[in-house]
Nanobody, 128 residues
Framework: QVRLVESGGGLVQAGGSLRLSCAAS????????VGWFRQAHGKDREFLSV????????YFVESVKGRFVLSRDNAQNTVYLQISSVRPEDTAVYYC?????????????????????WGQGTQVTVSS
């Protein structure tokens, strides 16, 4: 069992930046894929990015490339999502998710149903 806790959300002005954290406990993330999703009010949850823990490789959807960066702290078993040049449309609840995925990075999980472990989410609100 993996427990995930997100943090770092809040109110940020458009053009600013923030860093979200996803701290994992219960087991190490070796052989895990850690994904990030977001859900804006009234919209479906959308996949954003994923990190393959073993080699640190990352994948981003086209719409966030260049603004979103993933990093990790092995000792803290934590993945970070750095968002720069935030826009009002980035306003959403951001979730991290994890699954054991030895195929990573040959293939990466990009859909909600592929992830059994989820955090509670952290709200990001961007003011214009």
């Amino acid at each position: 069992q993996v427990r995930l806790v997100e943090s770092g959300g809040g109110l940020v002005q458009a053009g600013g930046s923030l860093r979200l954290s996803c701290a994992a406990s219960g087991r190490t993330l070796s052989n895990y894929a850690v994904g990030w999703f977001r859900q804006a009010h009234g919209k479906d949850r959308e996949f954003l990015s994923v990190m393959c823990w073993n080699d640190g490789s990352t994948y981003f959807v086209e719409s966030v490339k260049g603004r979103f960066v993933l990093s990790r702290d092995n000792a803290q078993n934590t993945v970070y999502l750095q968002i720069s040049s935030v826009r009002p449309e980035d306003t959403a609840v951001y979730y991290c998710a994890a699954r054991l995925y030895p195929l990573c990075p040959t293939r990466v999980p990009t859909t909600e149903t592929e992830y059994p472990y989820w955090g509670q989410g952290t709200q990001v609100t961007v003011s214009s």
